[in-house]
């Protein structure tokens, strides 16, 4: 049981949590997960630690209600406890000092910069927060980013907020202004189809590139490899060997295509919590 | 005197039509009365050989012997002071290559049903209440990591020895392959619930949620956590994968994806339960282990129509246990020998529609002392199937020894750990089970976990 210490919604459809923790909290880096379930016979989840206070002993993530567990995770609230959390699962962002990090984050995905920027800033690099979204409703924790970072660009799908564009376009433009706005490396964390924009922008262009993986899981311990994504024709397993992949090496088509693996189940169980909502109203 | 009798006594067992499609256990376990009457079967030999071919050394003829004068209490004490999980072994240990095949009946007749008897006496144990006491004695704290066999039967171990035990479990639910891999079916979930609640009215904690070499590492649990010895039993969870073409394709699975989907987390009572599990029309199960068998028979429940087992030599080099490949028979499983799976073809879509394999033929002993197979040339065939599980053995996981510097493993990934005490590379580690011996039994994890015990003991004793 991990209790929820405070929630924040950020958008209708996405909430921010802070969650006891002490132990994940002692040992989380970057890009590491949590496998999470809510219920007696509920499903594990993956879920990127956002961020994480050493001392408070907490750790944040943010959800985004797009499915049945992920729903019922959105109705909990400051003071209810989680089930199960465990964790940290996956390697960590490992980049050398010293260098210009660029972290771009579609969507939700953009709450994971949270601790990358934080831990790299911390350390020396030149950091960019490229943030994302469809519009400035949906745009997130820019404000928290801002301080955490030398430098931090929002585009909108709309232009409501920021630059109007794609995070692909803006990553372009820093790439081609080169100098001090050229990052070294960029780590991508969002939906797949970005993912793969940001993958096709930087390649060829000697920028080191990460992605977060997030491929259907069971465990998250390297028991089930249902995670297995392909990166340089050679199947790895997500939760042990990832979730961050050199982007140039990943097969996105098969990691698309099995994602997709249980889209008729996911749909029948988000009905069924959508049913029983009704219900209790 | 001992009755001969050439047959053994049956085991009570529901109908293949009907248990194929539930959950219920398949046998239903000896009456009284059945194991009295098998019970006089045992010749109650001198040199008990049955006893060296349990990897335990159960005291086989005294506790038959209990059975047969009807003192269940003694017979289940002398069971489980060698077996610390004997209603669990009873019903999977392969029996037929252990104490059975030793047994002096067997050379002419059928040999005393040993298992059944096991578990006959296990099953009475349960229906008691539970005896085992165990009281803190020790002040030296002892952190076993991973809720298996190994590390159950060792944390039982130690408690009765005096010491505070805490197992570290990464899953939400101890058990290990107990809980994630047997299927309900072949073990009751209520049977591995009894022995952990034994355990922890014994004093041992179990906490759920902790990976060892990720939450923790194991040099925390001595320095930060203040353990003086660890004993490692993370199994060997890895699967894997042939590396054949389409193996990527939706709805090819490892068994142990498929097996976790239904059995820890209840993929069969979805969407009651969460995860869901797909099985179509036609399931092919690659390899031919218990896994193998329990995930073809599993197919069977979930609903598939035809459920096969591939597999590239023949019957004979078969490893699962003799009762679960005629069980699978009974449900109506078709079985595939010498056939080879070359690739796995799928549709447009990306699904998998079937698998393309080739007929194999038996050549000269291998490396593991079984039939080469060689392939027949011009033999190709596809077998049209919606599913395709892949149950060609697993790893030791690479979790903990990754984070930990100086714990040295073979070429396989196995941890190096003496055989007669565990003792690792690092001092006061332990190991033992399928970490140790890469994919093996319970017997063998659990005496593993028992010799463990005995052997932290004695170098802790050593210090103090």
Not at chain 2, 210 to 230: H, Q, S
Request: aromatic share 6%.
């Amino acid at each position: 049981m991990a209790k929820i210490i405070e929630t924040r919604r950020l958008t209708p459809v996405t909430t921010y949590f802070r969650i006891e923790a002490p132990l994940i909290a002692a040992s989380a880096r970057p890009g590491q997960f949590v496998m999470l379930r809510v219920r007696e016979g509920g499903e594990r989840i993956p879920i990127t630690i956002a961020d994480y206070d050493r001392q408070l002993g907490t750790i944040t993530i943010v959800v985004q209600a797009v499915g049945a567990t992920t729903k019922r995770v959105c109705a909990l609230g400051t003071g209810d406890e989680i089930l199960d959390v465990a964790g940290p699962m996956g390697g960590h962002i490992d980049i050398a000092p010293g260098g210009h990090v660029c972290g771009v984050g579609g969507g939700f995905g953009s709450a994971a910069l949270l601790c990358l920027m934080r831990e790299y800033t911390a350390r020396g690099d030149t950091t960019t927060a490229i943030l994302g979204a469809r519009n400035k409703e949906l745009l997130i924790l820019a404000e928290e980013l801002r301080p955490l970072c030398t430098h931090l660009e929002v585009c909108t799908d709309d232009g409501s907020a920021g630059f109007k564009g794609f995070v692909t376009q803006k990553l372009a433009q820093l790439i081609e202004a080169g100098g001090r706005y050229r990052p070294d490396s960029v780590v991508a964390i969002g939906p797949m189809a970005m993912m793969r924009a940001v993958a096709e922008t930087t390649r060829g262009k000697g920028v080191k590139t990460l992605v977060s993986m997030d491929p259907l899981m069971v465990d998250g311990t390297g028991m089930c490899g249902g995670c297995r994504v392909t990166v340089g024709g050679k199947a790895q397993f997500a939760c042990v060997d990832g979730p961050c992949f050199d982007a140039h090496e990943v097969d996105f088509d098969v990691a698309m295509r099995r994602n997709k693996a249980y889209v008729r189940e996911e749909k029948q169980a988000l009905d069924r919590v959508a049913c029983m909502e009704r219900r209790a109203v | 005197m001992p009755i001969k009798r050439a047959e053994k006594t049956p085991m009570p067992m529901r109908e293949a039509q009907l248990r194929a499609h539930d959950f219920l256990e398949v046998n239903g376990g000896y009456t009284g009365a059945h194991a009295a009457f098998e019970a006089e079967r045992c010749l109650r030999c001198q040199d008990a050989v049955c006893v060296d071919g349990c990897p335990v050394n159960v005291p086989i003829p005294e506790f038959i012997h209990a059975v047969a004068m009807g003192d269940m209490a003694g017979a289940a004490r002398i069971l489980r002071s060698a077996n610390p999980l004997p209603a669990i072994c009873g019903r999977v240990c392969p029996q037929e290559s252990q104490c059975e095949s030793e047994c002096s009946l067997a050379k002419r007749f059928n040999p005393v049903a040993i298992g059944h008897l096991e578990r006959f006496v296990a099953d009475w144990e349960r229906t008691q209440p539970p005896t085992a006491t165990a009281q803190i004695t020790r002040k030296e704290r002892i952190a076993v990591i991973g809720a298996g066999p190994s590390g159950l039967v060792c944390a039982g171990a130690l408690a009765r020895l005096g010491y505070p035990v805490t197992i570290y479990e990464a899953l939400h639910a101890a058990g290990g392959v107990l809980r994630y891999g047997i299927p309900e079916f072949r073990l009751p979930k209520e049977v591995l619930d009894w022995e952990i609640g034994l355990l922890k009215a014994m004093g041992v904690e179990i906490v759920c949620n902790v990976i060892i070499g990720k939450t923790l590492t194991l040099d925390e649990l001595f320095g930060k956590m203040g353990y003086a010895a660890v004993f490692i039993g993370t199994g060997a969870g890895l699967p894997q994968f042939l590396g054949i073409p389409g193996e990527n394709l939706n709805g090819v699975m490892s068994a142990n994806e498929f097996l976790t989907r239904v059995n820890l987390m209840g993929g069969y009572k979805f969407p009651e339960a969460d995860t869901p599990v797909r099985v179509g029309k036609r399931v092919a199960v690659i390899g031919a282990g218990n896994t193998a068998m329990d995930a073809v028979r599993t197919s069977l429940r979930m609903g598939a129509e035809e459920a096969m087992i591939v597999y590239r030599r023949s019957d004979k080099e078969m490893s699962a246990r003799v009762e679960e490949y005629h069980h699978a028979k009974e449900e109506g499983v078709q079985f595939h020998w010498l056939t080879n799976p070359l690739e796995v073809v799928g549709n447009a879509d990306g699904w998998a529609t079937g698998l393309r394999c080739q007929k194999m033929q038996l050549g000269e002993p291998d490396a593991s002392g079984r039939a080469r197979p060689i392939p027949i040339p011009g033999s190709e065939f596809v077998i049209p199937v919606e599913n395709v599980v892949l149950a060609i053995g697993t790893t030791p996981n690479p979790l903990l020894t990754r984070t930990t510097a100086g714990l040295l493993t073979n070429a396989k990934g196995c941890l190096v750990a003496d055989e007669k005490t565990g003792l690792t590379s690092k001092t006061l580690v332990f190991a033992g089970g399928d970490a140790v011996t890469g994919a093996a039994t319970v017997i063998l994890a659990a005496g593993a976990g028992k010799r463990a015990a005995q052997a932290i003991h004695e170098a802790l004793a050593g210090r103090s």
